[in-house]
């Protein structure tokens, strides 16, 4: 019936529609200002220890700030990460581009509409992030419906009708009961199948001559449902921005995962009225965490950009005379958080580094965009 003629479409929609890569809003990042980071608790999150050390030795931690820059990252070609990796890092990094485009045409995974990259720095050894992006293309909400409907209608169903609590310890079957009729051909297509493949391939060192055993996944929104999933099954320790949860949805997985896997490898960044990151469920490891917009927008808290805003405020990007990271200009004239302080002695208003930075970032990269922001 009409239902289907929707999914036909939709189909070929997703399958015709461009690679969600085209031109984007100009990513202006400013090191000559800094945030302290607020005198509070929030986040004690904001400096990852145990399982996610970059060095051989253990000894370093990872920022959450850069899992998140990441996951925002993964939605840019690579002339943009080219120009933007040496302003965000102190170190030299790299995007894996063609790496990642050649494993993907001899592993046969090039079927599988997802999109994500790969992120090492010379600096680390055998150490690298697989940063998978979001929703961009109608292809990736029909995966979204895939993956994550049945979890919806069941969680819906819990909250809708009275004492709907009691629906809680079988929710997962019924969200099991509901995905049955997933053939084989919808799951091997899923976008965390081409992820999980290569995420263990990496680690095994399957392919080439390239093996990272310290890997970790990132992502936002349908990226960081993906890195849930993926880090799970493969055990590879994720970080979700946003993300859709996996334990309502854990058995219709192939492979399934269980609870102890969620929870033994994933960390979800979990905004307040996000309600997109509350599907699913959540995993044991997650951080709440504040959000600056309107209640009377419904989906905003929902943002990929306002979480690494959000998450430089709060944590801070440097200090006295030190910016250990840059300041996205859109979190002052986009999401309204604080004006920054200047590392040192300058002349140039924040305002002004902004403007200067988005000619820059617009003349290097190409892009025709401009960022519509008022620099005052």
């Known amino acids: 019936g009409l239902f289907g003629v929707a999914i036909i479409f939709l189909f070929f929609a997703g399958i015709n529609s461009d690679s969600g890569l085209g031109d984007r809003p100009p990513i202006s990042l400013i090191d000559e200002y800094y945030w302290p980071g607020e005198d509070s608790l929030q986040y004690p999150t904001c400096l990852l220890t145990k399982q996610f050390t970059v060095d051989a030795n253990k000894q370093y931690g990872s920022y959450l700030l850069d899992y998140a820059m990441l996951s925002a990252l993964s939605y840019e070609t690579t002339n943009v990460t080219d120009y933007l990796l040496p ?6 990094s790299r995007d894996e581009d063609e790496f990642v485009k050649e494993y ?8 599988v509409a997802t999109y994500f990259k790969l992120f090492t720095s010379p600096a680390f050894e055998n150490f690298g992030i697989v940063a998978i992006r979001g929703s961009q293309t109608i292809w990736d909400w029909c995966n979204n419906i895939q993956l994550w409907s049945a979890a919806a209608l069941a969680q819906a ?8 609590w009691i629906w809680t310890p079988v929710l997962d079957e019924l969200v099991t ?27 095994n060192g399957t392919y080439g001559n390239k093996t990272i055993e310290n890997l970790f996944l990132t992502g936002a929104s349908l990226g960081g449902g993906l890195a849930i999933i993926s880090g799970a099954q493969t055990g590879a320790p994720a970080v979700a921005i946003s993300g859709l949860g996996a334990e309502l949805s854990r058995n219709t997985f192939s492979p399934t995962v269980s609870i102890d896997d969620i929870n033994r490898n994933v960390f979800n960044f979990i905004p307040d009225r996000d309600y997109v ?22 989906f905003a808290c929902h943002s990929m950009w306002r979480s690494v805003c959000e998450i430089a405020y709060r944590c801070g990007t440097g200090e006295p005379g030190v910016a250990l990271r840059p300041i996205p200009c859109r979190c002052v004239y986009d999401f ?23 000619k820059a970032f ?4 190409g892009s025709t965009k401009e960022s519509g922001f008022d620099y005052k």
């Open 362 to 365: 617009m003349a290097a990269t």
């Open 336 to 358: 309204g958080y604080d004006l920054p302080i200047a590392v040192g002695n300058t002349n140039q208003s924040f305002a002004d580094a902004c403007k200067a930075e988005e």
């Open 104 to 111: 993907r045409a001899v592993s046969g995974t090039s079927n």
């Open 157 to 164: 169903v819990k909250w809708m009708t009275p004492f709907g």
């Open 87 to 92: 302003k965000w890092f102190p170190f030299e």
């Open 277 to 298: 990151a509350r599907v699913g469920g959540r995993p044991r490891q997650h951080q709440e965490a504040q959000c600056t917009a309107s209640n009377s927008k419904l």
């Open 177 to 203: 009961a509901v995905s049955w009729v997933q053939n084989t051909k919808l799951r091997e297509v899923a976008y965390y199948t081409a992820i999980t493949a290569f995420v263990e391939d990496l680690r």
